[in-house]
């Protein structure tokens, strides 16, 4: 049991399509995140909520919106995508920012846009 | 901000010997640096972190040693096992009071050979 969960596992969509990626965190943390991880990159922040605050926003494409709303709950909404945003989408939480605790990921959604 | 360079990208090693991955950052006011562990398919997990006020920290076969100087910390791994083999990410903070931005290494492949 991982404490964070994240629904779909995989998901395929066109580029027209509009899906949402949801993570739910068990944890009773303070803080969720979006990461995005590619092949051959680091791990990339696109979002942060603190106690369902948005207080990181890391210059990502306005086709991914972020949801809120509570502090166990966060999804991704993910519209108009391109071939180039297919990888996997990781969920973490934290009790405190991260100089202070560690993060706790979920087991991903791999995205593929066709 | 925070910038992480992590080497080697690849690593092999005989069942049974020891690993060394090192890992630089550029922000001499960063205090936390984790280490996490992704094996194939799975979600990152934190294995071993230390804080700036120590210089080394063990936990078993693995072993985290820091130079706040340098401005670089290394990840030790003993008698290495073939369940070692994954890919390991160094990690560090952005420096400040409520910062949740974590920068990440491009990672390590760790294969260690039976």
């Known amino acids: 049991e991982t404490g964070v969960t994240q629904t779909p596992r995989h998901l395929v969509m066109g580029m027209t399509n509009k899906k949402s990626l949801k993570c739910e965190q068990h944890?009773?943390?303070?803080?969720m995140y979006w990461y995005k991880q590619s092949a051959k990159k680091p791990l990339e922040l696109m979002f942060v909520?603190?106690?369902?605050?948005?207080?990181e926003n890391n210059s990502v494409p306005s086709r991914f919106s972020p949801e809120c709303p509570n502090s166990s709950h966060l999804f991704l909404h993910l519209h108009t995508l391109q071939p180039e945003d297919s990888a996997l989408y990781l969920c973490?939480?934290?009790?405190?920012?991260?100089?202070?605790?560690?993060?706790?990921f979920g087991n991903g959604t791999r995205l593929t846009v066709t | 901000g925070e910038n992480v360079e992590q080497h080697p990208s690849t690593l092999s090693v005989q069942e049974g010997d020891s690993a060394v991955i090192k890992c630089t950052y550029s922000?001499?006011?960063?205090?936390?640096f984790p280490w996490y562990k992704q094996e194939l398919g799975k979600r990152p997990q934190l294995i071993i972190d230390?804080?700036?006020?120590?210089g080394e920290k063990k936990d078993q076969r693995i072993a985290v040693t820091l130079n706040k100087t340098a401005k670089h910390f290394s990840l030790h791994i003993t008698e290495t096992q073939p369940e070692d083999s994954a890919v390991y990410f160094c990690?560090?903070?952005?420096?400040?009071?409520?910062?949740?931005?974590?920068?990440f290494g491009k990672g390590t492949k760790l294969s260690v050979i039976p």
């Open positions: 944890l009773g943390h303070n803080a």
């Open positions: 922000d001499s006011a960063s205090n936390y």
């Open positions: 990690a560090a903070p952005e420096a400040g009071a409520g910062s949740y931005q974590l920068t």
């Open positions: 230390i804080r700036s006020n120590v």
């Open positions: 909520y603190s106690l369902e605050e948005r207080v």
């Open positions: 973490a939480s934290s009790q405190e920012e991260v100089g202070l605790s560690p993060l706790h």
